[in-house]
Antibody, heavy 121, light 110 residues
Framework: QVQLVQSGSELKKPGASVKISCKAS????????MTWVRQAPGQGLEWMGW????????TYAPDFTGRFVFSFDTSVRTAYLHINSLQAEDGAVYYC??????????????WGQGTLVTVAS | QSALTQPASVSGSPGQSITISCTGT?????????VSWYQQHPGKAPKLLIY???NRPSGVSNRFSGSKSGNTASLTISGLQAEDEADYYC??????????FGTGTKVTVL
């Protein structure tokens, strides 16, 4: 069955970087785009962007350009979210989610369990 | 891209039907039939309920149905059950080739 397993919670200081992993299983990794979604404490879902895991071209939402980077490694069927120069407002749960198409179609059908990032000095 | 507008909360008694609206613009909801709905219980990841306006994935109860008229999409939950108490989010593909989520609706079963 399709599974997305994310890395564990992170506690980071302001200015540091973090790398969240999302390991996929149960399907052909390069046949589906991967979407990233942020959820701040007590808030709604924010679309961060998606990456075509076959062609490699990422698309970022306007609020997530610059410090946020999507990458992936097909050999280990894993997608990554890098966040640089962490700020307090980056503290949130980050989800990876599989798109139903190879490109970003807008529909995601399977979600990871979420990774909590806490930014505090 | 502004979030799609949903009511903050909707409530109903067990067995009743409720409808959650999701209002966008002619650049997203009104332009594409790529509207999805997700259910999220506290502390859990969202779950896909409806895609392409009105399609249900395998395994999703037929008590959940979706529709769209103009710039507004709707999710109806019929035969409301205690387990339906959760947050619900809509999403839509946009003319900028991006995705936008709704503001979210908390459903309370009275």
């Amino acid at each position: 069955q399709v599974q997305l397993v994310q890395s564990g919670s992170e506690l980071k200081k302001p200015g540091a970087s973090v790398k969240i992993s999302c390991k996929a299983s149960g399907y052909s990794f390069t046949n589906y785009a991967m979407t990233w979604v942020r959820q701040a404490p007590g808030q709604g879902l924010e679309w961060m962007g998606w990456v075509n895991t076959n062609a490699g071209n990422p698309t970022y939402a306007p609020d997530f350009t610059g410090r946020f980077v999507f990458s992936f490694d097909t050999s280990v069927r894993t997608a990554y979210l890098h966040i640089n120069s962490l700020q307090a407002e980056d503290g949130a749960v980050y989800y990876c989610a599989r798109d139903i198409a190879r490109y970003g179609s807008g529909t995601v059908d399977y979600w990871g369990q979420g990774t909590l990032v806490t930014v505090a000095s | 891209q502004s979030a799609l507008t949903q009511p903050a909360s909707v409530s109903g008694s067990p067995g009743q039907s409720i409808t959650i609206s999701c209002t966008g613009t002619s650049s997203d909801v009104g332009r594409y039939n790529y509207v999805s709905w997700y259910q999220q219980h506290p502390g859990k990841a969202p779950k896909l309920l409806i895609y392409d306006v009105s399609n249900r994935p395998s395994g999703v109860s037929n008590r959940f149905s979706g529709s769209k008229s103009g710039n507004t999409a709707s999710l109806t939950i019929s035969g409301l059950q205690a387990e339906d108490e959760a947050d619900y989010y809509c999403s839509s593909y946009t003319s900028s080739n991006t995705l936008v989520f709704g503001t979210g609706t908390k459903v309370t079963v009275l």
